[in-house]
């Protein structure tokens, strides 16, 4: 097995485009994926302007989660993406197996600037889980996902919209793309008009889950990252099972 993080082993990578999206990522080339089954997980973060305050706290959120789990018995079966979103959404790395992701690369990673552009972040990163999901499984991998979006704030810069959104989730699930898909907004610190906004949001777009994190405080982020950290190993080991991992689909979820 290579090192954690060891950058020169990587396989190769082929680039992928959606037509009539945009929308352009890279993937490990599926002829190198060395197990049966995968959980994609993609964590999409805010880096608008607010973010600043924690900034490096994010930053350890993320090298956590990462670290976290490559721990896990589950740890060669994830593929993880990482995107950021100001005023538009930029990627961090596309999808890799963990085993090839440095957590101590997440340090300095998140570029402030900007407004809020949630919404697109939504649409693409849903679209880019859903093309990728669609071609491991025509290519008879076992496939899973989930999708996190942290924000400390409202959408305010997004050309996509939450119907939009919604329509990219039905066409997922009706396209049997994976055998299931959980999306969570989290809310990072927000005020309660933000809450509001946010559920709104949530509802409107079809997402899983809404959850609404105090403060930014050492001990909160703490709490988010073993719950980002939890939730990727539940749902990953709810693959094979013909749905979402029962943690996340029942009852209100609580950081």
């Not at 607010?50 to 589950?74: D, G, H, T, Y």
């Not at 990728?132 to 025509?138: A, F, P, R, V």
């Not at 299931?180 to 990072?188: A, C, P």
Request: proline share 3%.
């Amino acid at each position: 097995m290579p090192v954690i993080g060891d950058q020169s082993s990587q396989p190769g990578t082929d680039i992928i485009k959606i037509p009539a999206t945009g929308f352009t990522y890279s993937m490990t080339r599926i002829a190198d994926l060395e197990a049966s089954e995968y959980t994609l997980v993609h964590i999409a973060s805010d880096v608008s302007g607010s973010v600043s305050n924690f900034k490096s706290e994010m930053e350890n959120v993320l090298e956590e989660i990462a670290s976290s789990c490559q721990k896990s018995p589950r740890a060669d079966n994830l593929l993880m993406r990482h995107t950021m979103f100001g005023d538009k959404v930029n990627t961090n790395h596309d999808w890799k197996m963990l085993r090839y992701i440095n957590p101590a690369d997440y340090k300095n990673c998140l570029n402030i600037s900007g407004s809020t552009a949630l919404f697109d972040a939504a649409q693409e990163g849903l679209t880019v889980m859903g093309d990728m999901g669609e071609k491991l499984t025509q290519a008879k991998f076992a496939c899973n996902g989930i999708i996190f979006f942290i924000t400390d704030g409202c959408d305010n810069a997004s050309h996509s919209t939450p119907v939009m959104v919604k329509d990219t989730i039905n066409n997922i699930v009706v396209g049997e793309k994976m055998e299931s898909l959980i999306s969570i907004l989290i809310g990072v610190g927000i005020a309660p008009y933000t809450k509001q906004a946010l559920d709104r949001f949530k509802n409107e777009a079809g997402l899983t889950h809404f959850i609404e994190l105090k403060d930014a405080s050492k001990n909160s982020l703490a709490k988010l990252a073993a719950f980002v950290s939890k939730s990727i190993s539940s749902q990953s080991n709810a693959l094979g099972s013909g749905s979402a991992s029962r943690q996340l689909t029942s009852g209100n979820l609580t950081i």
